[in-house]
Each structure stands twice: as structure tokens, then as C-alpha cells.
């Protein structure tokens, strides 16, 4: 046998075990369980150490076996949340194009999502529910029905930080603004973790501004202040963030709502009422309240 033939041998071969792989793919990617799995024993038949077939089995076990009977209680959707974070989404991230593993995986939270519908919220399983499933779905409106469900959610860390991401999806930025507001006051450490998640290019311009530029102490609860120091900053937000509920026992909420009230009374010249509207910003918090006077230019004692 001539080397060339040994050469053509060999690249039959290696498009052979290509050939196999992308027979597994193809009716994976069209969810077609059937189809995949005659493949994937092809694959396995001729290649049995493959480095694919963990991950492609995975996802094949993952197309036979959905289960769309409803949840009997919480520790049976965190038992399916972590098979399918911990094995489905990375076999998915193994072998499919990185373009179609949301695609893919998306039906499978959906499935997730409608099984956990009877659940109730509770607080000491607060990710157990159906909404943050839909969110990782891609259904956002479906979301937000999810969370109205849960009795006074505005007032509850877990459900307002998922309908503020489902209002971000829905109806974007500028509509979002009230309930970022609550959110920074209520639980300033999930709205730090949500910024990240919804990659608003302006709204983490203004996050790296505030982490340089507010004078706090570093720790994540200056995030209750950045509504109100967004007012220094932003000016033009005032109507919008005034539609955020207050929340008396909030400095920091009661501070965002003073700054609405300052910025109205400098629109109407009302000196003589501007003066003691400063001195209780002052008091909530001097640093915030030099940043706001440094704005103005304005010299005090």
C-alpha cells in the first residue's frame, strides 16, 4: 500500500468519527429523541471512547425522559433545577454551537416553569418558584404573571428583583427605572447581582460611575444610594424614579424621594424652602449631599 492510500485511509477516518458526531447532532438540535439516539449507538458503536458521547447521552437522556408532571413540592423542583444546571446545560455547552445553546436549552426551563406553576412562594426556598424559570426561558411576560401571584412581592426581595428583570425584558430601560429604585432599597445586594444580568450598556456606565465617584464605604448596601445619587447625576430621571414606591424606614429611599422634592423646588426658585430641604439631605448623608451641592457650585458652611 503506497503512503498515499495510508494518507486517505487515515483522513476517512477521522471525517468517519465527524461524520457520526454530526448524525447525533443534527436530530439533537431538531429535538428529534428517536433519530439521536439510533445515531448516537452508531457513534457509540464505531467510537466507543469518543470524548462527545457523556454529553451527547446526556442530552439524548434529557430529549426521552421530560417529565411534565407537576412538581409534588419545592425540593422536587430543586432536585430537577440542579440536574439541569449541573449536568443538561453543560453537555449542551459541550457539543452544541454556541449560538444554539440557548435555543436548546430554553424548552427545558419552560418545562421546569410550567410543572412549578402550583407552587406557592415561600421565603426559605425563595428560588423554588416559576418565575425566575421563566426568565431563564426567555418568557418574560409569563414571568411577571408569575410574580402578580405572590402576595405584596414589592415588599419581598426575590419576587421584585424577577419582576424587575421581566420589566427590563418587556418594556425596557426608561420603564424599568421605579422598580430598580425599589429594588436598590429593599435589597441592594440583588440589584447589584441583577446589573450584570440584564447588560444594559447605560445602566452599567452609570453603575462604574457610581463605584468610582459616590462616597460611601464600598460595601454592596451603598447600593441603596445610588437611585438617589442618580438623581445628582441625572436630573432628568425625576419624574420617572418619583413613580417608585417610597420606603419610609429607608434613609436611603427617603433621600431619592427629598432630591425629587429639591430639584422641583429649584425648578419653581423656592429659595427660602430649598434651605431646609438641604439641611435634612445633609443629615441622611453628608457625602451624598456634597456631591449634590458641588453640582450647584454653591459654597456652604
Known amino acids: 500500500m503506497t503512503m498515499q492510500s495510508v494518507q486517505q485511509l487515515d483522513i476517512f477516518a477521522d471525517s468517519r468519527d465527524v461524520m457520526l458526531r454530526n448524525d447525533v447532532l443534527e436530530p439533537l438540535q431538531r429535538r428529534d429523541a428517536t433519530a439521536a439516539q439510533m445515531a448516537l449507538e452508531r457513534l457509540a458503536g464505531d467510537y466507543p471512547d469518543d470524548d462527545t458521547l457523556p454529553a451527547m447521552t446526556v442530552l439524548v437522556r434529557e430529549l426521552e425522559g421530560g417529565s411534565t408532571a407537576p412538581f409534588a413540592d419545592h425540593a422536587a423542583l430543586v432536585i430537577a433545577r440542579r440536574h439541569l444546571?449541573?449536568?443538561?446545560?453543560?453537555a449542551t455547552q459541550r457539543v452544541l454551537p454556541a449560538q444554539a445553546v440557548q435555543s436548546w436549552i430554553a424548552p427545558c426551563?419552560?418545562?421546569l416553569a410550567q410543572r412549578a406553576a402550583p407552587l406557592t412562594?415561600?421565603?426559605?426556598?425563595?428560588?423554588?418558584?416559576?418565575?425566575p424559570l421563566w426568565l431563564l426561558a426567555g418568557d418574560a411576560a409569563a414571568a411577571c404573571a408569575a410574580v402578580e401571584g405572590i402576595e405584596s412581592w414589592w415588599r419581598i426581595p426575590a419576587p421584585l428583583a424577577w419582576m424587575t428583570e421581566a420589566r427590563y425584558r418587556t418594556c425596557g430601560l426608561d420603564a424599568t427605572w421605579p422598580l430598580l429604585a425599589e429594588l436598590a432599597w429593599l435589597a441592594p445586594g440583588r440589584f447589584a447581582a441583577l446589573l450584570p444580568v440584564l447588560w444594559d450598556a447605560s445602566l452599567d456606565a452609570l453603575r462604574r460611575r457610581f463605584d468610582a465617584d459616590f462616597p460611601g464605604t464600598g460595601a454592596v448596601d451603598d447600593y441603596a444610594w445610588f437611585p438617589a445619587w442618580l438623581l445628582v447625576v441625572k436630573p432628568a430621571l425625576a419624574e420617572r424614579l418619583s413613580e417608585a414606591r417610597v420606603q419610609h424606614g429607608e434613609p436611603a429611599s427617603r433621600a431619592t424621594a427629598l432630591l425629587g422634592e429639591i430639584l422641583r423646588r429649584e425648578h419653581e426658585g423656592d429659595q427660602h424652602e430649598l434651605l431646609g430641604l438641604?439641611?435634612?439631605?445633609?443629615?441622611?448623608?453628608?457625602?451624598?449631599?456634597d456631591?449634590?451641592?458641588?453640582?450647584?457650585?454653591?459654597q456652604h458652611r
Open 121 to 131: 412562594f415561600h421565603g426559605s426556598s425563595a428560588d423554588s418558584h416559576a418565575a
Open 109 to 111: 426551563w419552560r418545562s
Open 291 to 298: 456631591t449634590y451641592m458641588a453640582t450647584r457650585k454653591v
Open 278 to 289: 438641604r439641611q435634612t439631605l445633609s443629615h441622611l448623608h453628608p457625602g451624598l449631599f
Open 85 to 90: 444546571e449541573d449536568e443538561v446545560l453543560p
